[in-house]
């Protein structure tokens, strides 16, 4: 096990009918800028509790705020909390959402010319709005993590960013707002959040057995509830419960402690996004069955531990067993609707050149270790077209 230092101060706030306790959490005549989506939470009755549950405060609303949250769109929140006074930032949402939230907080306090250089150039990051969530989608854990990805559509570009500023105040995780999701947006959830696990477990066997164990807990429950999550008619309050903490669980830097992590299925994945509007959970579903095959030498000890713990193979020799692995994996992400090739969204060698140029002058090294060069990026991708 890996040397590590661990510190999350997010407070959750779990279970049905628990967005009332904003009031509880957010004084009397605070001045609130809430953000959110298209306005899907004016539709399925979120919008009404929140505004319920704040109305002793001074709330200006900001809407509009895109999948893959657009720079552009998020500047003009933050010259409403230049402008305007706003006391702090709450994101009503998934991750998207948080994510954006997590900009306009770090940007409306950056004394830097260009808030972009936080992403672009890792400018740092001084100071920072307070904000909170209440999440609607399942996905990210933007709402326990200090991290967020923020999309430049104008130039086409796609960076992750984070900071010890950026962890939410508090977040509440009412289970009921997934009754209402689209299962287009489960699905993609369902695969961020498996994703998100695979990248700090499937790198080097590193004696790390009790966050390999807890990683496997998390990728065996989305196992089990992702078919009850995507069959047709209601869904159980436990199983979308099951599924919002896991996700939550999957990317707040618990099982991260004193692990290897990857992270290159992201990497390439937020190019895809970046250059042809993907939803980022059909980059992760497309991307991770080629990682495992081409990396399946540097990850071999991992993959044969997770073909067995995960997926019960037990028979076969190494390369039998792995690919057994890799097949199943491909099949449970073919199982919530997702495609798995470049080709089948018209995406062709135009793109990988574009990609692989682009690690190579960013001169990007990914995965544990930086075993993922930009050849292997290459590979992955060919492999998957």
């Known amino acids: 096990m890996n040397n590590f230092e661990f510190q999350n101060p997010v407070k959750l706030i779990f279970g049905e009918g628990q967005i009332a306790k904003l009031s509880e959490n957010i004084a009397d005549g605070t001045h609130v800028l809430m953000t959110y989506g298209g306005g899907s939470i004016k539709k399925n009755g979120i919008y009404d509790q929140v505004m319920a549950a704040l109305k002793g405060c001074v709330v200006t609303e900001f809407g509009g705020i895109e999948a893959n949250p657009d720079y552009d769109t998020l500047m003009k929140a933050v010259d409403i909390c230049r402008t305007e006074k706003v006391d702090m930032l709450l994101a009503v949402g998934g991750g998207s959402i948080i994510?954006?939230?997590?900009?306009?907080?770090?940007?409306?306090?950056?004394?830097?010319?260009?808030?972009?250089?936080?992403?672009?150039?890792?400018?740092?990051?001084?100071?920072?709005?307070?904000?909170?969530?209440?999440?609607?989608?399942?996905?990210?854990?933007s709402e326990m993590n200090n991290g967020a990805v923020i999309s430049r559509r104008a130039t086409q570009e796609k960076y992750a960013f984070g900071s010890p500023l950026l962890f939410p105040k508090f977040s509440i995780l009412d289970p009921t707002a997934v009754y209402s999701l689209p299962k287009k947006q489960i699905a993609n959830g369902i695969v961020d959040t498996f994703a998100h696990t695979l990248e700090q477990y499937l790198t080097t066997a590193n004696h790390t057995r009790v966050m390999d164990r807890w990683a496997e807990g998390l990728l065996k429950t989305l196992v089990e509830v992702a078919p009850k999550l995507m069959r047709p008619g209601k869904l159980e309050y436990n199983d979308c419960a099951d599924f919002m903490i896991t996700a939550t669980m999957a990317l707040n830097g618990f099982i991260a402690m004193g692990v290897d992590e990857d992270w290159a299925t992201h990497m390439i994945g937020h190019e895809l996004t970046a250059l042809h509007g993907l939803d980022h959970g059909v980059t992760l579903a497309m991307v991770y069955p080629?990682?495992?095959?081409?990396?399946?030498?540097?990850?071999?000890?991992?993959?044969?531990?997770?073909?067995?713990?995960?997926?019960?193979?037990?028979?076969?020799?190494?390369?039998?067993?792995?690919?057994?692995?890799?097949?199943?994996?491909?099949?449970?992400?073919?199982s919530l609707g997702m495609k798995l090739h470049l080709s089948d969204y018209g995406i062709g060698e135009d793109t990988i050149h574009t990609i692989v140029e682009r690690f190579k002058e960013r001169k990007w090294n990914v995965g544990e270790n930086n075993i993922v060069t930009p050849d292997k990026v290459d590979e992955i991708l060919h492999f998957i077209l």
């Open 290 to 334: 080629g990682v495992m095959h081409v990396m399946r030498r540097e990850k071999q000890d991992k993959l044969l531990q997770y073909a067995e713990r995960i997926w019960n193979i037990h028979e076969g020799n190494i390369d039998e067993r792995i690919d057994k692995a890799i097949d199943l994996t491909a099949l449970f992400f073919d």
């Open 99 to 141: 994510d954006g939230t997590k900009f306009i907080a770090a940007a409306a306090k950056f004394d830097g010319e260009d808030p972009w250089t936080m992403l672009s150039k890792g400018a740092p990051i001084k100071d920072a709005m307070p904000f909170a969530t209440v999440l609607t989608l399942p996905a990210t854990a």
